[in-house]
T-cell receptor, first 113, second 114 residues
Framework: AQSVTQPDIHITVSEGASLELRCNYS??????LFWYVQSPGQGLQLLLK??????LVQGIKGFEAEFKRSQSSFNLRKPSVHWSDAAEYFC???????????FGTGTQLKVEL | NAGVMQNPRHLVRRRGQEARLRCSPM?????VYWYRQLPEEGLKFMVY????????ESGMPKERFSAEFPKEGPSILRIQQVVRGDSAAYFC????????????FGPGTRLTVT
């Protein structure tokens, strides 16, 4: 069965520092991968997605992610974090069999000023 | 172009009452998905519906929970005889028929059972 692991529950970075959030997936076929961001009390906003092609994908708000098949990873990165990036980030994989998204447990990002 | 609408945003129910959560998909979207987010957890798939049909309900608890997406009107997630463990955020998402992997989420309904 498919699964998504986000090993870091909480991460704290200083404003202006670089960020990398880890995501590993387990899925037999070629995955469709997503990163979502959830601000407190809000719904989920799609940051970026990977279906095929170039393994480095660009998203909104200056985020990017790199798909590495050999490592079953899809890590999210940002070169310089802003205080407004503080939120919870979810990695997800789409499984075509049931048209469902399988989510990781999320990483809570705190930004220190 | 309005996004996915959910109401109410917050719902408080006493144990044993019924909870009805509504979801209006984005215009033109014919697929609706419900996910549940328990405290300190990620979102878990519950059910996938198309107009008048339940396609996949593998994530729905076997008892007390039901969902529908009628020909007219919003999708409804119904929880009968709520218990404290039902307290969670319930998110609805919708997609176009040809791109089911691009799911747009609503703001969620936060259910509190007292």
């Amino acid at each position: 069965a498919q699964s998504v692991t986000q090993p870091d529950i909480h991460i704290t970075v200083s404003e202006g520092a670089s960020l990398e959030l880890r995501c590993n997936y387990s899925y037999g076929a070629t995955p469709y991968l997503f990163w979502y961001v959830q601000s407190p009390g809000q719904g989920l906003q799609l940051l970026l997605k990977y279906f095929s092609g170039d393994t480095l994908v660009q998203g909104i708000k200056g985020f990017e992610a790199e798909f590495k098949r050999s490592q079953s990873s899809f890590n999210l990165r940002k070169p310089s974090v802003h205080w407004s990036d503080a939120a919870e980030y979810f990695c997800a994989v789409f499984t075509g069999g049931g048209n469902k998204l399988t989510f990781g447990t999320g990483t809570q990002l705190k930004v220190e000023l | 172009n309005a996004g996915v609408m959910q109401n109410p945003r917050h719902l408080v129910r006493r144990r044993g009452q019924e909870a009805r959560l509504r979801c209006s998909p984005m215009k033109g979207h014919s697929h609706v998905y419900w996910y549940r987010q328990l405290p300190e957890e990620g979102l878990k798939f519950m059910v996938y519906l198309q107009k008048e049909n339940i396609i996949d309900e593998s994530g729905m608890p076997k008892e007390r929970f039901s969902a529908e997406f009628p020909k007219e009107g919003p999708s409804i997630l119904r929880i009968q005889q709520v218990v404290r463990g039902d307290s969670a955020a319930y998110f609805c998402a919708s997609s176009l028929d040809r791109v089911p992997y691009e799911q747009y989420f609503g703001p969620g309904t936060r259910l509190t059972v007292t």
